[in-house]
């Protein structure tokens, strides 16, 4: 990224590759379960954001909500009521396990 591209090590010339008008747009979390941290020099060509993680309260509604719109859009054929009625277990679970892989 300093030098404007890469080198092709796929080929057996290992061509260099002139990069232009690209942007690059990542995401990462935090290192740990499987993830590495990246070097300050890789790091220096992003603008990093973090996101405060999401409260219970926060992360029930947004769950909720996106689980009522699915029910919405899928009128045609609709699901059970009995389907329905387990919105909540959905919605828990889904977080329950949101939580384990976060940790």
């Known amino acids: 990224m300093d030098y404007g591209g890469w080198y092709d090590i796929d080929t057996n010339e ?3 590759r002139h990069i232009v008008g ?3 747009c990542t995401a990462m979390g935090p290192p740990g379960g ?3 941290s990246i070097s300050p020099r890789y ?3 992003f603008n990093v954001i973090y996101i405060e993680p999401y ?4 992360m029930n509604y947004i769950f909720n909500n996106v689980m009522e719109w699915f029910f919405l859009i899928n009128q045609n054929p609709s699901y059970s009521a009995g389907i329905k009625g387990m919105r909540d277990n959905i919605v828990n679970n889904t977080i329950a396990i949101y939580k384990m892989i976060q940790e």
Not at 55 to 58: A, F, P, T, V, Y
């Open 55 to 58: 409260s219970q309260e926060s």
């Open 14 to 16: 290992k061509d260099y």
């Open 34 to 36: 499987g993830r590495n």
């Open 43 to 45: 790091v220096r060509h």
């Open 22 to 24: 690209v942007s690059f």
